[in-house]
């Protein structure tokens, strides 16, 4: 039996088209079922739901063999345990900071001013501002980081950005990016040595179904 880490909403919903490609349908949908462990039409794989940011604990630790996480809760998780084969390219967006569309952030930065940065992404924020030689307090905070410089709890942001939309309605705007997010497929390192017939058909199928779906 192979395992699968998932988490619902985005994840779920856009690594379902990849297992299509690869003949796999899961028997029920998320959204719909309090199931944590979901069958497949596949009688060798099932599927867990996790926590978006538990994926890769539940893969390092080997409960899951397989996972799909995005690169942002990878920097923050470090990796440890984990092989990374495959960018999936779906869940694409970036990480940047933003600030409110009047705060110069600019003149901040070249005045030696600290910072109060809010943000989910603690790891990722403090090596951003520490290769930058900016000094920040980082506010660790779990959702809707664009309120935080709003009510004046934090200068700026570290968050995820796609459209921009969330940014613009709350009159923030993004003044660094950090770096590129999509979802990648995890393997816990062990598994790979230890089931290599059974995981390798499904790195393979992956790889095919995002090679396609590009
Ligand atoms: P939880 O709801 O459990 O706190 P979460 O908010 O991180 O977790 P999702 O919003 O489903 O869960 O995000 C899952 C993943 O999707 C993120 O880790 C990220 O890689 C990606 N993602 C998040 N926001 C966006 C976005 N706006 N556009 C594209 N991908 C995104
Ligand atoms: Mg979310």
């Known amino acids: 039996m192979i395992t699968l880490a998932l988490s619902k909403g985005r994840i779920f919903d856009e690594t379902l088209p990849l297992l ?12 719909h079922s309090r199931r944590l462990i979901i069958g497949t039409s596949s009688p060798g794989l099932r599927v867990l739901i996790v926590r978006a940011s538990d994926v890769p ?4 630790y080997g409960a899951a063999d397989l996972g799909v996480a995005g690169k942002d809760v990878l920097l923050e998780h470090g990796g440890a345990g984990l092989y990374q084969p495959l960018d999936l390219g779906i869940a694409v967006c970036r990480m940047a900071v933003a600030v409110p569309r009047d705060f110069d952030y600019a003149n901040a930065v070249r005045k030696g001013a600290r910072l109060r940065v809010a943000t989910k992404y603690m790891q990722t924020a403090r090596e951003h501002f520490a290769a930058k030689g900016v000094h920040v307090d980082l506010i660790k905070l779990y959702g ?3 309120l935080a410089p709003l009510v004046g709890l934090a200068d700026a942001i570290v968050d995820l950005v796609s459209s921009g939309n969330t940014l613009r309605a709350n009159r923030l705007r993004v003044v660094e990016e950090i770096t590129p997010i999509s979802a990648r497929l995890i393997v816990n390192q062990a598994a790979l040595k230890l089931k ?17 779906h590009a």
Do not use: C, I, N, W
């Open 144 to 146: 809707s980081m664009e």
């Open 196 to 212: 290599r017939a059974a995981v390798q058909p499904m790195l393979d199928a992956f790889s095919h179904a995002a090679a396609s």
């Open 20 to 31: 299509e490609k690869a003949g796999v349908r899961p028997l029920e949908h998320p959204e």
């Open 57 to 60: 604990t539940y893969v390092q």
